[in-house]
C-alpha cells in the first residue's frame, strides 16, 4: 500500500501551483469540515476563532495545550485539505517554540505561523499590539525554522505586526529577513493601502499571505487582483465566525419573539451528514456484517469437528 501524503507536503504541493489559493479559516472541527465539503484546497485554524468559540477575546489567553488540542480535533476532522495552525508568539522563549512546532507538526498541521508581537498578543487589527526587536523575531523564525529542518515535517508562515508601531519599512525587512532564514511564507499583517501591499509583493520573495478582514485596516480586494499583485494565499479569516455569530443572532431573537426561523435552519439530514453520521452508520454496517461472516467462519469450524 502507498503511504499517504502527509499534510505538509499537500501544502507544499500547493504553493507551486499558479492561482492563489483562497483559504477560509477555521476554528473547530465542524468549520473546517465545512470548508474542506466545499471544495477549498486548505484552511487555517485561526487563533481569534478558536479564542472566540471559548468565550474569550483573541488576547493569548489560551495555552499551548489548549491549542494544541484544538489543531488534534481539526486534523481529525480534515480528511483530504491541509491545514496551518497560528502559533501565536510561539509560548515563550526560542526553546518553546521549537516545541510549539514540533507540536503542531505531530498534531497534524501542515503549516504553523508564528509572529513576532510581545507576548500576550493581540488581534493584528486591534489596539495596543507592539513588536519585539529585531533580533527576538529573528531567534524566533529561526526556532521554527530548526525544528522543521531537525525532522518536524511543517511549514513555517512567519508574521510581522511591524507595519503598525515601527513602519512599512521595518515589516518588508524582517519579512526579506525571514525568508533569508528560511521561512517558506511570510506574512505582513495590516497594511493600510494597495501600494503597501503591491510594495510587499514586490520587495519580498517567496510565497505571500493576504489577511481579508472585513473593517480591518487593510484594503479588501478579490483574489484576482491579489494574485496580479503577487499574493499566493488570500486568507478569510472572521467569515465563518462572523456569519455564525449573525446567523444565531437572527435566530434566537426569532425564537425570543415567538416568529418562525425554521426556515434559516440546515435541513436535519444535512446536520448530519456534514457532522460524519452517514460514515458513521457505514463503518457500523460493516462491523455488524464482519461480526456475522466471523461467525459463519466459527459455525463451519465447529461443524467440521
Known sequence: ???????????????QQNDILIMPCCYDGLTARLVEQHGFPLTFMTGFGVSAARGHPDTQLLSYAEMVDNAR????????????GDGDTGYGNAVNVKRTVGGYAQAGL??????????????????GKSCVSREEAFARVQAAVDARNE???ILIMARTDARAGLGM??????CQKFREIGADIT???????????RRYCQEVE????????????????PPAKLQEMGYTIVAYPLALLS???????????????????????ADFEETKAVVGFPAYYAAEEKAAADIEAFGRVEEARRDGK
Do not use: W
Request: net charge neutral; aromatic share 2%; proline share 6%.
Open 73 to 84: 480535533q481539526i486534523s481529525e476532522a480534515l480528511h483530504t485539505i491541509p491545514c496551518i
Open 110 to 127: 501542515a503549516g504553523i505561523m508564528i509572529e513576532d508581537q510581545v507576548a500576550p498578543k493581540k488581534c493584528g487589527h486591534t489596539k
Open 243 to 265: 456569519a455564525g455569530i449573525k446567523a444565531m443572532r437572527t435566530v434566537l431573537t426569532l425564537a425570543k419573539d415567538g416568529k418562525e426561523f425554521e426556515h434559516l435552519l
Open 206 to 221: 517567496g510565497p505571500k499571505l493576504a489577511n481579508m478582514l472585513q473593517n480591518g485596516k487593510t484594503p479588501v480586494l
Open 1 to 15: 500500500m502507498a503511504a499517504s501524503t502527509s499534510p505538509a507536503t499537500k501544502l507544499r504541493n500547493l504553493l
Open 151 to 153: 525532522g518536524a515535517d
Open 169 to 174: 519599512d521595518e515589516a518588508i525587512y524582517r
Open 187 to 197: 506574512f505582513l499583517e495590516a497594511p493600510h493601502s494597495e501600494e503597501e501591499m
